[in-house]
């Protein structure tokens, strides 16, 4: 369900796997890394206990707002790609740039945002995102 298009089915997801981790209930591999990226982020805590309050909430980025699940998502989505090692050699290229940062959280805040860039040009650009140019801005980061 996390590739839905439904905002309110994928966060739902969210909800339910935050609940499902809180009650020690067996988790399938995708929500153990959903469960992982929202342990990562406490201050997203009370917002996911809200309930059907945080399905509803809207997040207006000109008024200084981010989206909590966006962010998350973005998490998620470096994960995979890393997982998959697609694009081809981000798999290493994680590695390298964690002896970097020394942190993973803060390291996956830096690719987040070539991958931000990458999407942002795509959607603008109506095409596919680019793989190479994204590839290459992750290798800056690694200098």
């Known amino acids: 369900m996390i590739f839905s298009n439904d905002r309110d089915k994928l966060r739902q997801q969210y909800l339910d796997v935050w609940n499902k981790a809180n009650q020690r209930l067996a988790l399938e591999p995708l929500e153990e890394i959903i469960a992982d990226v929202i342990r990562d982020h406490p201050e997203y805590h009370p917002l996911l206990e809200s309930g059907t309050a945080a399905l509803a909430s809207e997040y207006h980025p000109e008024h200084g707002q981010s989206n909590p699940f966006l962010h998350m998502g973005m998490h998620i989505a470096l994960r995979e790609q890393v997982a998959s090692d697609r694009p081809a050699g981000i798999r290493d290229l994680t590695r390298k740039l964690l002896l970097k940062y020394r942190d993973g959280h803060e390291m996956e805040h830096q690719m987040m945002e070539c991958l931000g ?27």
Do not use: F, I, K, V
């Not at 860039?117 to 290459?136: G, I, V």
């Open 117 to 143: 860039e990458s999407l942002w040009r795509a959607q603008r650009d109506q095409s596919e995102p680019d793989e190479l140019a994204y590839m290459e801005n992750l290798q800056r980061l690694a200098t």
